[in-house]
């Protein structure tokens, strides 16, 4: 047997695998700034590596003093990793190039866009010393949009995609990975979407949160529904602002609903009937915590937002943390009729604690990020 021969049947390493060996540590080094590897014994899932994500923060010790730590977070991220020789990619091409060309299995593909965990495909520029990668849905969706799955039906073997050169994997990148999510999606829907909890929207209420918290979650369910805000003012215990909702509010209140079952769970049970709001508003946020009369100041506010309203022909939302309910609204109902909007009902909402936690338990994002702080009066869960 030649030389050839038996250099052609050994067992060994290539160059790809030596490249790898040579950049997999520098990776690893960059992600353990923001966390703590994770990874497969074997790598049969299409993935090299994996960050748990830790967000700095600070803890006050004994002393009082206040010191760095890390904090554990609920959110994973997953990386596939490609080499790219510098003889197949030089410094100057590199630099003048707006993408990387990356083949990828489309299964694999497919995969990584599917998965509940982000999934970025990332490459390491030999050449430069760099890695590049960009979110495998970011990537997917840039070129396919909705028509991926479709594209990929009939195909076999490997695609090309592109990873822009600017998109480099540098330790401020890395840090703000931070903001991915992973969230379950296995237990009960409702209505065909996966909460990231078990609590049923139609038949739990918050129990009363502080002022504080109160007033963030209402500020955040107006952001996700893409509130532009033109104007705001405090009196006394109101703050009064005027915008526009870019997207439809949308809720039903758990006061209207039927939480148990007349004869058998087999019967459709009452449900509230569904309100919202779109376009140009008033809202109203009343911190109080029991609402039984307005002061001199908050009664002209009251008065003035609902004259301007029906002028407008603007909807009002009221937003009120006291326990009254939203079919009620006690003195806000009162104040309603008092100043001649009783023939204008469908401009005036309001949003008790039992609405807003409609609206916090539907809002995923928004629940998960408050959930620690949040106490229920009752709990309801989907089966």
């Known amino acids: 047997m030649d030389d050839t021969a038996i250099l052609s049947g050994m067992v060994g390493m290539g160059e790809h695998d030596e490249l790898e060996n040579r950049y997999m540590p520098k990776f690893e080094a960059l992600l353990s700034q923001s966390g703590v590897m994770v990874g497969y014994r074997r790598d049969r899932a299409g993935v090299d590596t994996g960050l748990h994500l830790f967000a700095r923060d600070e803890k006050t010790t004994k002393k009082g003093d206040e010191r760095p730590y ?28 707006e993408y990387v060309a990356v083949s990828v299995g489309v299964e694999h593909l497919k995969f990584w866009f599917a998965a509940p965990e982000p999934v970025y495909l990332v490459v390491y ?82 129990a009363r949160p502080s002022a504080e918290v109160w007033g963030e979650m209402v500020t955040r369910i107006l952001g996700v529904h893409d509130f532009r805000e033109a104007s705001r003012d405090r009196v006394g215990e109101l703050t009064v602002i005027r915008g526009a909702l870019a997207q439809t509010l949308l809720w039903q209140s758990p006061a209207f609903a039927e939480y148990g079952y007349r004869y058998s769970p ?22 109080a915590q029991e609402r039984r009369a307005f002061d001199e100041e908050e009664a002209q506010a009251v008065s003035g937002i609902v004259r301007a309203a029906i002028a407008d022909d603007v909807s009002v939302l009221v937003f009120f943390r006291g326990l009254d309910l939203s079919s009620s609204g006690g003195l806000w109902r009162s104040a309603m009729r008092a100043s001649a909007m009783d023939e204008w009902h469908r401009g005036w909402h309001q949003l008790g604690l039992e609405a807003l936690s409609y609206l916090v ?5 928004v629940y998960i990020e408050f959930a620690p702080d949040l106490d229920w009066d009752h709990a309801n869960y989907l089966r």
């Open 361 to 365: 338990l539907t809002a995923t994002l």
């Open 266 to 287: 087999d019967e459709v049970r009452d449900e509230p009937a569904p309100e919202q709001a779109f376009g140009d508003v008033y809202v109203v946020l009343d911190s």
């Open 70 to 97: 890390w904090r554990a977070l609920a959110s994973r991220v997953w990386f596939q990793l490609k080499g790219v020789h510098a003889a197949t990619m030089s410094a100057d091409v590199f630099d003048s190039a």
């Open 125 to 206: 520029v030999e050449s430069v010393d760099t890695f590049i990668g960009i979110d495998v849905r970011e990537l997917v969706e840039q070129k396919w949009q909705q028509t991926f799955y479709a594209s990929m039906r009939d195909r076999t073997g490997d695609v090309t995609v592109h990873v822009p050169t600017i998109a480099v994997m540098n330790p401020d990148r890395v840090a703000a990975l931070v903001d991915h999510r992973s969230m379950r999606i296995d237990g009960p829907a409702f209505r065909g979407r996966p909460l990231g909890h078990r609590i049923d929207p139609l038949r739990s209420v918050l």
